[in-house]
């Protein structure tokens, strides 16, 4: 039985080959496909990048730890740039396509790191004297690193643009976003499982290398799509507009806005408005509507601007006042990311000290326990996708909002943290109450452990896609490519301040010392759901306040 999505696809395939027509799900095979390259491609290389600096470069663990760190900041970062770049000079396409082509270039040189003796140093010595790596050895290295971060600046959050460009119906991108989120979490699976595996019990060079093959599919596969999508063109860079808005308003706080209907309004054309008629900017945040009052000397003879950083457009003002709007919801999906950080670097902690095996003789590695969460993310959108969103649409006649997604990843990125606590509790439990216990290995299966990462990953799979779908929504069309961009904000910085609470905390307590068995890290957790509890309680007000873009324009477009 053919589901929506694949109807569509037939559909297009057909149309398209008939029409020429552009978008729609006939290009949802090339943009998928792709993601699945590039994102096993990208996961495989980052995932045993640690270890690779380890064993292959003879780096000191926490030195190891310290430049994945760094590293990881900046691939988080980088799909920022990649979406102010994309909007303000080049769209969508072209920057994907140039980062996927670096993707490919950065697997390339690791491939060359690790089947060439001369990019590396040599191994340690039986005595334990180990040579450093020389600065032409790391500079090939920490190249493939910049060719990385390249390519998932220009992939990651742009590629989720770029697809979402090809639909006109809120309700076709919304599950585009869920299926995205699924190709790119299950490569990311597949990454860090298969091609891990590879690198660790076979070698690095046939382990990167797969990765060099799965970057050139996903290149090709890229390409191949070209002539089935739509390409909106760059508009510029909207932040030129977006700083005008603030000097113009500055500039002309002398005028006197308490008889607003008496001033006229620059909509970006040569009609001129006042405050009742349609094109007038909104009453909320009115101190910026000065921007685009129209004072002697702002425009020439035949209505056009004469002075742009006194004069604004109407709409100018509105994207300035959209993104105002935006910045206390967003600003409340920080904290999910601390937390999310947290959980997952105290549970490889805890996972150390368990029982691992799985099986008289498998024993799962505690860095593939985030396995757990991914695979949580992948079945709960398909859920979502497949059953759950057409059964609350049935049964209520609705369709739940971006928000309602995200407030419900709120309470179970709280559950989770509950869990986590309760799982401690347990542990501690057992390891201050059994003599037995040696090589600080606690009796306890590991899986308690992955069912916290679990319940997290079902909070991920609500809360990331609701917030990609709402940034895009309700972001000006100019910035459609950072409004996905600020999930990878917010990765970055939840990933940064987690390291900064962890610290925090260690030097404010003495709840995380170097034995994990004699800490007190069911603490850490509980504060962790305290604080999440008030962040909720923040992020319901910022939504009950939110006025969404559409509501707003017909409020302002509405005739008095």
Same mark, same amino acid.
């Given at each position: 039985?053919?589901? !929506? &999505?694949?109807?569509?696809?037939?559909?297009? *395939?057909?149309?398209?080959?008939?029409?020429?027509?552009?978008?729609?799900?006939?290009?949802?095979?090339?943009? %998928?496909?792709?993601?699945?390259?590039?994102?096993?491609?990208?996961?495989?290389?980052?995932?045993?990048?640690?270890?690779?600096?380890?064993?292959? #470069?003879?780096?000191?663990?926490?030195?190891?730890?310290?430049?994945?760190?760094?590293?990881?900041?900046?691939?988080?970062?980088?799909?920022?740039?990649?979406?102010?770049?994309?909007?303000?000079?080049?769209?969508?396409?072209?920057?994907?396509?140039?980062?996927?082509?670096?993707?490919?270039?950065?697997?390339?040189?690791?491939?060359?790191?690790?089947?060439?003796?001369?990019?590396?140093?040599?191994?340690?010595?039986?005595?334990?004297?180990?040579?450093?790596? +020389?600065? &032409?050895?790391?500079?090939?290295?920490?190249?493939?690193?910049?060719?990385?971060?390249?390519?998932?600046?220009?992939?990651?959050?742009?590629?989720?643009?770029?697809?979402? $460009?090809?639909?006109?119906?809120? @309700?076709?991108?919304?599950?585009?976003?869920?299926?995205?989120? =699924?190709?790119?979490?299950?490569?990311?699976?597949?990454?860090?499982?298969?091609?891990?595996?590879? @690198?660790?019990?076979?070698?690095?060079?046939?382990?990167?290398?797969?990765?060099?093959?799965?970057?050139?599919?996903?290149?090709?596969?890229?390409?191949?799509?070209?002539?089935?999508?739509?390409?909106?063109?760059?508009?510029?860079?909207?932040?030129?507009?977006?700083?005008?808005?603030?000097?113009?308003?500055?500039?002309?706080?002398?005028?006197?806005?308490? %008889?607003?209907?008496?001033?006229?309004?620059?909509?970006?054309?040569?009609?001129?408005?006042?405050?009742?008629?349609?094109?007038?900017?909104?009453?909320?945040?009115?101190?910026?509507?000065?921007?685009?009052?129209?004072?002697?000397?702002?425009?020439?003879? /035949?209505?056009?601007?004469?002075?742009?950083?006194?004069?604004?457009?109407?709409? !100018?003002?509105?994207?300035?006042?959209?993104?105002?709007?935006?910045?206390?919801?967003?600003?409340? +999906?920080?904290?999910?990311?601390?937390?999310?950080?947290?959980?997952?670097?105290?549970?490889?902690?805890?996972?150390?000290?368990? /029982?691992?095996?799985?099986?008289?003789?498998?024993?799962?590695?505690?860095? +593939?326990?985030?396995?757990?969460?991914?695979?949580?993310?992948?079945?709960?959108?398909?859920?979502?996708?497949?059953?759950?969103?057409?059964?609350?649409?049935?049964?209520?006649?609705?369709?739940?909002?971006?928000?309602?997604?995200?407030?419900?990843?709120?309470?179970?990125?709280?559950?989770?943290?509950?869990?986590?606590?309760?799982?401690?509790?347990?542990?501690?439990? =057992?390891?201050?109450? %059994?003599?037995?216990?040696?090589?600080?290995?606690?009796?306890?299966?590991?899986?308690?452990?992955?069912?916290?990462?679990?319940? +997290? &990953?079902?909070? !991920?799979?609500?809360?990331?896609?609701?917030?990609?779908?709402?940034?895009?929504? !309700?972001?000006?069309?100019?910035?459609?490519?950072?409004?996905?961009?600020?999930?990878?904000?917010? *990765?970055?910085?939840?990933?940064?301040?987690?390291?900064?609470?962890? &610290?925090?905390?260690?030097?404010?307590?003495?709840?995380?010392?170097?034995?994990? $068995?004699?800490?007190?890290?069911? $603490?850490?957790?509980?504060?962790?759901?305290?604080?999440?509890? =008030?962040?909720?309680?923040?992020?319901?007000?910022?939504?009950?306040?939110?006025? #969404?873009?559409?509501?707003?324009?017909?409020?302002?477009?509405?005739?008095?």
């Amino acid at each position: 039985m053919e589901t !929506e &999505g694949s109807e569509g696809c037939n559909l297009d *395939v057909i149309e398209a080959q008939r029409t020429g027509k552009r978008g729609g799900w006939i290009t949802f095979p090339f943009i %998928s496909g792709s993601t699945l390259g590039l994102g096993l491609a990208i996961s495989g290389a980052g995932s045993n990048l640690i270890v690779y600096l380890i064993r292959e #470069y003879n780096v000191k663990s926490i030195d190891a730890a310290q430049i994945s760190n760094i590293i990881n900041g900046c691939i988080n970062l980088a799909p920022v740039a990649g979406a102010i770049v994309s909007d303000a000079y080049f769209g969508c396409y072209p920057v994907v396509a140039f980062s996927s082509a670096a993707s490919f270039l950065s697997l390339v040189l690791f491939t060359l790191t690790a089947a060439l003796p001369s990019l590396r140093p040599s191994p340690c010595s039986a005595f334990g004297s180990c040579e450093s790596a +020389s600065p &032409g050895q790391f500079a090939a290295l920490y190249g493939a690193v910049f060719l990385m971060a390249i390519a998932t600046g220009g992939t990651r959050f742009t590629m989720a643009t770029m697809g979402a $460009n090809q639909f006109d119906r809120p @309700q076709e991108r919304d599950i585009f976003f869920n299926w995205y989120f =699924i190709l790119l979490y299950g490569s990311s699976i597949l990454g860090a499982t298969v091609i891990v595996y590879v @690198q660790d019990t076979v070698s690095w060079a046939l382990g990167f290398g797969l990765s060099t093959v799965g970057s050139a599919v996903g290149v090709v596969v890229l390409l191949l799509g070209g002539r089935y999508y739509k390409l909106p063109a760059a508009q510029g860079s909207p932040f030129v507009g977006l700083a005008r808005v603030v000097v113009a308003a500055v500039r002309k706080s002398y005028i006197d806005m308490t %008889s607003p209907e008496q001033l006229n309004y620059y909509t970006g054309a040569v009609e001129i408005y006042s405050l009742s008629t349609r094109g007038a900017p909104s009453q909320s945040f009115s101190i910026l509507n000065r921007a685009a009052v129209i004072t002697d000397g702002d425009t020439h003879p /035949d209505g056009t601007v004469a002075r742009p950083w006194h004069l604004c457009s109407t709409q !100018e003002v509105s994207d300035l006042k959209s993104l105002l709007r935006i910045l206390p919801l967003w600003s409340s +999906s920080i904290f999910l990311s601390i937390s999310i950080g947290i959980q997952g670097s105290l549970t490889v902690l805890q996972a150390l000290t368990v /029982d691992r095996h799985l099986g008289p003789h498998f024993i799962l590695p505690a860095g +593939s326990l985030i396995v757990s969460s991914f695979s949580a993310v992948v079945l709960s959108l398909f859920l979502l996708d497949r059953l759950l969103i057409p059964l609350y649409h049935a049964l209520t006649r609705h369709t739940p909002t971006p928000l309602q997604r995200i407030g419900v990843g709120h309470v179970l990125n709280a559950a989770s943290m509950v869990a986590s606590a309760l799982v401690e509790r347990r542990r501690e439990s =057992i390891a201050r109450s %059994s003599p037995h216990v040696t090589g600080a290995v606690v009796p306890m299966s590991v899986l308690w452990l992955v069912m916290t990462l679990a319940v +997290s &990953g079902v909070g !991920e799979a609500f809360q990331f896609p609701g917030q990609v779908a709402f940034y895009y929504q !309700e972001f000006p069309e100019s910035l459609r490519s950072t409004a996905t961009g600020m999930i990878a904000l917010i *990765v970055s910085l939840g990933f940064y301040l987690s390291t900064a609470v962890i &610290g925090l905390v260690r030097r404010a307590t003495t709840w995380l010392p170097d034995d994990i $068995n004699e800490s007190r890290l069911e $603490n850490v957790y509980w504060m962790l759901v305290v604080v999440g509890g =008030i962040n909720f309680g923040y992020y319901v007000l910022c939504s009950k306040l939110y006025k #969404y873009r559409t509501a707003t324009d017909k409020v302002q477009t509405a005739p008095d």
